[in-house]
């Protein structure tokens, strides 16, 4: 134990007792000023405080679709991408085999299972224990709600237990609109299940993205919304309806297919950042994909020799 303070040293100190205190100012994401700290400190690893928006890179298919296409091989797939997105969303599987512990990227961690594409693919349990998501560092826990489907009830209840575990230790849950065959992908339906996601207390969501009123589902949700990828489309129209997402107020994207099943994942990962953290016109940023995209061609013949 170290002694008392010297009076000399005592007597040195200097309090500034004529300025005020320097009042940590309010924390910019939507709905997030309420959270405490360690929330705050996780929701600024994923979300970019100079952009306040974030690319999520969405490789977790595996759990429920085994190799399905672009993902044969994570271990080749993503790596080369990671340095490109702000957060990784995946299983811990994917994460322990694939992924380097000093990739120095956050992780929103899929903390459910118990389905399979040969199944149905909406009964699920929470079987990832919040001490395994703390051991791997996890900056959030996900798990998706079929709002209005046959497993509306066990899925939001998977929900609201996995908040009240996150809540215990600071980790933000990342809501998932998940949505069943049955369901029309309409303002009226993403507004529902992403204001109750909201409302059931998950830090942030993800959802669809519509065409019509999209701003809408914006306004009614009080925590930032990350738009889903949903099925591989061409890379300019992936990057037509990143740029919509975003200009009517989503937060970011947590894109899987239409980045890694892309003709060329590195460059559309960079197109993507650029709709997302500089607002580039999606035309931009498709010349940008091409630029890129005849570059790393380039590259490989060279490699090739
Ligand atoms: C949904 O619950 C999962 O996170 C999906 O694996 C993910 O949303 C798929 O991403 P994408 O639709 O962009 O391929």
């Not at 498709?286 to 630029?291: N, S």
Request: charged share 25%; with cysteine.
């Amino acid at each position: 134990m170290p002694g008392a303070e010297p009076k000399q040293e005592q007597e040195q100190k200097d309090f500034a007792v004529a300025t005020p205190f320097q009042q940590v100012p309010g924390f910019a994401l939507k709905g997030c000023e309420g959270l405490d700290w360690g929330m705050k400190s996780r929701m600024s690893r994923i979300f970019n405080p100079k952009s306040g928006r974030t690319v999520m890179l969405a490789f977790d298919h595996g759990y429920i679709y085994g190799p399905t296409t672009g993902l044969e091989r994570m271990d080749l797939t993503i790596p080369p991408l990671v340095p490109h997105v702000d957060c990784l969303m995946c299983t811990r599987g994917a994460l322990r085999t694939c992924i380097l512990p000093d990739c120095g990227k956050p992780v929103c961690l899929r903390s459910s299972s118990g389905s399979s594409i040969l199944k149905d693919m909406s009964y699920e349990l929470i079987s990832v224990d919040i001490e395994d998501a703390i051991r791997l560092g996890a900056s959030a826990i996900t798990c998706q709600v079929y709002v209005g489907g046959e497993h509306e009830y066990e899925t939001l209840r998977n929900l609201s237990y996995l908040i009240n575990q996150g809540m215990k230790y600071g980790i933000p849950t990342l809501g998932v609109t998940a949505i069943g065959r049955e369901m029309v992908r309409d303002s009226r339906y993403l507004g529902l299940a992403t204001r109750l996601i909201a409302e059931v207390g998950a830090q942030f969501v993800k959802t669809y993205y519509c065409e019509k009123d999209f701003d809408e589902v914006v306004a009614g949700c009080p925590i930032p919304i990350v738009i889903a990828g949903g099925k591989k489309l061409p890379e300019l129209d992936a990057l037509k309806m990143a740029y919509n997402a975003i200009s009517q107020g989503a937060m970011g994207v947590d894109m899987g297919r239409n980045v890694f099943c892309a003709d060329d994942p590195i460059a559309m990962v960079q197109a993507v950042k650029a709709v997302v953290h500089n607002d580039e016109k999606p035309e931009k940023a498709f010349d940008l994909y091409q630029t890129l995209k005849n570059e790393n061609k380039g590259k490989a013949k060279c490699k090739k020799g």
